[in-house]
Every structure is written in structure tokens, then in C-alpha cells.
């Protein structure tokens, strides 16, 4: 049923970078839910671990407590509500009400209604349409540079994780282990088929990304006695490693450092950020670790050249 269409992706690459484009426009809308939702749903899951913790410590006098529970009733009750990436259904935040079908078509649905909610005419962030394109268009550049492959079979879902890692690490400082564990074992998984590296090779890209970050970490907190990253980002360079193997790994450190470097003195000027303003790391090695991954041979080939 499937093998003409399969046919015609390989056979075709117009076809196939088209095709490719269109889905990860619909997939770059549930990134929005997955950036916006995951997040809250972290959160809200630390809240109640913590609370199951000090339960013991947040007893107090019977009466006291009575009272309590009784004014806290609707916050436990909201508590209870589903929060998914599932549900609730889409809606508009200020208005509440429920998007339609057709109001949630990537790109063409924001142009259809000028950028604002049909009912309560309030304007919608101009970040949504433009995380749909930026999905479409850089797994179309991942399609395009690996046609109908499995490099692209991996490339193309690590591209759309890799986004949503981007705008979540920018928005809260955090890389969520929900998505970059299991991105590490699909490319440890991947590698039985030699889609990019030998086992080996790809076993010892991880650990030497992982371990890399990790000993910077701790040199770091040695000396300065604060924590310079987060463990998401080991884990981050761990799935580049993965990928790249130890040898192309110092070119993703040194792109990512240099990109950061020259954002961090960007903000100094522009938005009077000062020298001890946290800034997340991730983003800089998703982008750097990206394009690594598509372009690093031409790049380790013309750096030898120059050398």
C-alpha cells in the first residue's frame, strides 16, 4: 500500500523536501503546546513531590488545619484538573475559548485571522507562526542535504527536539530529561544500523560530550563556588556526541562558545545585562550541535585546508 509512495519519496527530492516540510509545519504547532505545557507540568509534579516530602513537617493544630483545607479547597480543586500535552484543548488564554479546527492550522490560520483571537480580538504572539516555519524550514534543509535516508529518519525528528529544547532553555533555563534521555537512547539505538558512526564510536562521542560539560561543571564550581550550567546540558552534548563523534565534538564547543560569547556581549550593550546575568548555554550548542551534524565534514575539511 505504502511502497508507491515510499518509491516516489526516493525517487524524488522535491518531492520528499516538500513533503518533509509540510509535516514538520504541523508538528512545529504541537512544539507550542510541547514548549508552553511541559514546562508547567514539571513544575507542577516538583510541587507535589515536595509537598508528599514535608507533609509530615506541614502539619499544624487541628483547628487551624480545618480551616485551611477549607480555603484551599478550589486550589486543590484546579490542582486535580487534567494538564497534559493532551488537554485541555486549545484555547485562547485571554478569553478562554475553545480554537476551532480551522483556527489552528500552522502559518495560514495566524495570516487568516491578522494575528489576533476571533472572539476577543486579542493579538497573538508572532512566536507561534514563526516556530512552525523555523521547523518546516530547517527539517527541509535536513531532507534536502540528506534525501530519503535513514540519516534523514534520525536528522529530522532530532531537529524538531532540538527546537523545542531552544525556546524552553530560554524561556525557564531548563533542558527537560523528557526529551533529551530519550533522544540519547534513539541515537544510541540508531547507531546498531551505523547510521552515522560504529556503536563504538557513537557509545564513546556520548560519553566524552557528557563528560566534557561535566568536568567544565565541576572545574568551575571549584573555583568559583557557583554552578556555570546545568545537567541538561551534558546530557545535550552527550546526544550531539552521539551523533558527531569525538573528533568533530571540540568543532561544537568551539562554535557554541564563540556564538555565546558574542550574544552575552550583545546583551551587555543592548539590554544593559551585566556580567553575572544567567544565560542559558543550551541553545547555543543545539544550534552549533546542528549544523555540526549537517555540515561538519565540509567544515573539518576546509579548517584543514586553511590549517
Given at each position: 500500500m ?15 523536501v516538500?513533503?518533509?516540510a ?31 516530602l ?172 557557583k ?42 550593550f543592548?539590554?544593559?545585562?551585566g ?17 555540526v ?15
Amino acid at each position: 500500500m505504502f511502497e508507491p509512495l515510499l518509491s516516489l519519496l526516493e525517487a524524488n527530492l522535491i518531492f520528499f523536501v516538500i513533503s518533509v516540510a509540510l509535516l514538520s509545519l504541523i508538528v512545529g504547532s504541537f512544539l507550542n503546546v510541547v514548549i508552553y505545557r511541559l514546562p508547567k507540568m514539571m513544575e507542577s509534579e516538583w510541587q507535589c513531590d515536595c509537598r508528599e516530602l514535608l507533609k509530615d513537617e506541614l502539619k499544624t493544630p487541628s483547628k487551624p488545619q480545618v480551616e485551611t483545607q477549607s480555603e484551599s479547597q478550589p486550589e486543590q480543586q484546579a490542582e486535580t484538573k487534567t494538564f497534559n500535552l493532551a488537554k485541555p484543548d486549545s484555547h485562547c488564554p485571554s478569553c478562554n475559548t475553545p480554537i476551532k479546527a480551522w483556527q489552528n492550522i500552522p502559518v495560514i490560520s495566524y495570516l487568516l485571522l491578522k494575528g489576533k483571537c476571533a472572539n476577543c480580538q486579542t493579538k497573538i504572539s508572532k512566536r507561534y507562526p514563526a516556530i512552525e516555519l523555523l521547523t518546516a524550514f530547517s527539517s527541509a534543509i535536513v531532507a534536502y542535504q540528506f534525501g530519503f535516508s535513514a540519516q534523514s529518519l534520525v536528522l529530522i525528528p532530532l531537529t524538531w527536539a532540538f527546537i523545542c529544547l531552544i525556546f524552553i532553555d530560554i524561556d525557564k533555563m531548563l533542558l527537560p530529561d523528557q526529551i533529551t534521555i530519550p533522544l540519547l537512547w534513539g541515537v544510541l539505538i540508531a547507531a546498531n544500523w551505523n547510521v552515522f558512526l560504529t556503536p563504538m564510536a557513537t557509545i564513546f562521542g556520548a560519553v566524552a560530550g557528557y563528560l566534557f560539560l561535566w568536568t567544565v561543571y565541576w572545574l568551575f564550581k571549584l573555583v568559583t563556588g557557583k554552578e556555570g550550567m546545568g545537567h541538561g546540558d551534558f546530557k545535550l552534548l552527550a546526544v550531539i556526541g552521539a551523533v558527531v563523534g569525538v573528533i568533530q565534538l571540540p568543532m561544537v564547543i568551539l562554535m557554541s562558545s564563540i556564538v555565546g560569547a558574542i550574544v552575552g556581549i550583545g546583551l551587555m550593550f543592548t539590554s544593559g545585562a551585566g556580567r553575572n546575568t544567567e544565560m542559558p548555554f543550551g541553545p547555543y550548542l543545539a544550534i552549533a550541535g546542528w549544523i555540526v551534524m549537517l555540515w561538519g565534514d565540509q567544515i573539518f575539511n576546509w579548517y584543514i585546508g586553511l590549517m
